[in-house]
Each structure stands twice: as C-alpha cells, then as structure tokens.
C-alpha cells in the first residue's frame, strides 16, 4: 500500500504546503502595497485599464481582453484586473516589489516545523538578474520589460509556497504582524511587526472584502447563511515548468478581528481559482462556521 501511494503519479505523499510556485493574482497585493509603500502609486491612484498593454515584445492582455475602464487600488483586486497591476509593477519596478515580499516573508523559510520539506521559492530582483538567474552566467542574462509584468501578476520569475500565502495574507488580516506558522494549535510569542503603513494594509483589506462582496469571489456566498464577513482573493496561475494551470483562492474571516485563513490551492487544475479552489475553501468555512454555532 506504501510503494502504491509513494509511487502514484499524483504524488499523494509530497507536501504542496510547502513546494513553490506561481502564485498569480494572490500576489497582486505584493504589488500593490509596492506601490502604495514606494509612493509613486498613493492610496487615490486612478489608472485606465485596458484590453492588452505592451511590454517589450509582448502584448500582456486583460483577463478580459477588454479592460474595467478607469480603477483604483480596491476594485483592481475587486475584479483581479492584468493592465492595472502591470502599470503599477512595471513603475514601481522589481526592487520595490522585492522589498515588500521580504517583508511579507517571501523567499525565506517560514519557521514552520517541516523545514527540511520546505522550498524557500524565487522572488526575481535585478541582483538575481545580473547574477545569470541561477543558469546563466554573470552578465548575460538581463532583466527584460516583459519579467516585469509577469512578476507585477505573480507569474514566471515568482515562485512561493501556499504557506507563504497564508503567512503574507494573515499579516493583511492582523493589522501588519508576520506570523509563525506551527503544525498544532500551539500559542506562539514569535510575531514580526512588519514596517508597512497601516493605511496601506487597510486599503488591500477593502479591496479583499470587495472580492468577496461583488467580484470574482462572490460565489463564495451562495447557500452560505449568516456567515460572518469573508475578506479574499482568486487566482490561476499558469505553470512556469509548463503544466497546466494552478488554481487559488486565499481567505479570512471574520473581515475584521479575523479568526480563520485558508488557503486552498489545486495544482495543474485549469479553470480558475473561483471554480476549483474557492469550492474546497467553502466546505471548510461552512464546518468552521457550523462549529462557531454550536459553541455559542
């Protein structure tokens, strides 16, 4: 039973918790508060979305291929919008957004207990560029227009674990504290106050909330009943190795004084994070849900 399980091609026994990869629109809040903590992009920044824009040699196109007209910061993540992060990413740059990953514990262990499992994952930065990207050599390898808008979307030179995920987007949700993660319900004093203006976080927290309210997670509500207020995030990602997509959706509630994240992340499962991923958060909101109740 053992050989049959270890031996399976859908590697039933490997941790994705703890393997890397493209993230997707559940980065799009790295690249927000990028730009709103580098203050080329503050809080009041309206920027015209649109069906494609070109980087490079490419054209990056809208998820929509029409674009979501004029936006700001809150109905980007409300709508997930491509042309939106890209402006931001491409003028803040790529060592801005790798400042804010750090600080959100990207490209670092987490602390969790598996640490001989866990992939620290990549953060592209032009240092790592210039390095020859771990295959070239020193020089050689330059950074291009088109890495950065595939990163400002979590896409190709980005790669992080789901509880990098989770750890980023709890600090959202508990006012800017980079929590441990540990594998029991253990209470742990090893909290990290992040230096991000709470401003900045409350700003990604309205957009997250407006996901779930009336963008591309609002399935979330149906058939939920007097569920307390979900803040989150959708995602698919394609496979940088060339696979089929990924798909995600992150969480957290109550919105306010929240006392749950998920993460729930399928792995080369095209179709978008609202269709496959946001179902298996659901059934795990609804059993947490229905124990809240019980114990009341």
């Known amino acids: 039973e053992f050989n049959r399980l270890f031996f399976s091609s859908s590697k039933p026994l490997f941790n994705r918790a703890l393997n890397a990869y493209d993230p997707g629109s559940v980065w799009k809040i790295v690249t927000a508060l990028a730009g709103l903590e580098s203050g080329k992009y503050p809080a009041n920044t309206l920027l015209e979305t ?57 490209a670092q262990l987490s602390g969790i207990e598996l640490r001989e499992q866990e992939n620290k994952g990549l953060i592209a930065n032009s240092s790592w560029a210039k390095a020859g990207r771990g295959w070239g050599r020193p020089g050689e390898t330059p950074w291009l227009p088109e890495d950065i808008a595939s990163m400002s979307i979590g896409q190709f030179v980005v790669q992080v674990t789901p509880i990098q995920i989770a750890r980023a987007y709890a600090a959202i949700a508990n006012g800017g504290y980079l929590v441990t993660p540990h594998l029991s319900n253990i209470s742990s004093k090893n909290k990290i106050k992040i230096d991000v203006k709470p401003t900045n976080l409350a700003i990604i927290k309205e957009g997250l909330k407006k996901v779930v309210e009336s963008g591309t997670g ?61 179902p298996m958060a659901k059934k795990m909101l609804e059993i947490w849900h229905s124990k809240q109740q019980s114990n009341n």
């Open 50 to 106: 649109k069906g494609c824009i070109k980087y490079g040699s490419q054209c990056f196109r809208e998820h929509n291929d029409k674009g979501f007209g004029i936006i700001g910061y809150e109905d980007a993540l409300k709508v997930s919008s491509n042309t939106f992060f890209y402006q931001v990413g491409y003028g803040v740059g790529v060592d801005e957004i790798y400042k804010i990953s750090k600080k959100l514990g990207f």
């Open 218 to 278: 609002a399935s979330l509500n149906i058939g939920l009943l007097n569920l307390p207020p979900v803040a989150g995030k959708t995602g698919t990602a394609e496979d940088g190795t060339g696979g089929l997509d990924h798909a995600w959706f992150v969480c957290f509630t109550p919105s306010e004084q929240s006392e749950l994240l998920i993460v729930a992340f399928a792995e080369n499962t095209p179709g978008g994070g609202a269709i496959h991923a946001l």
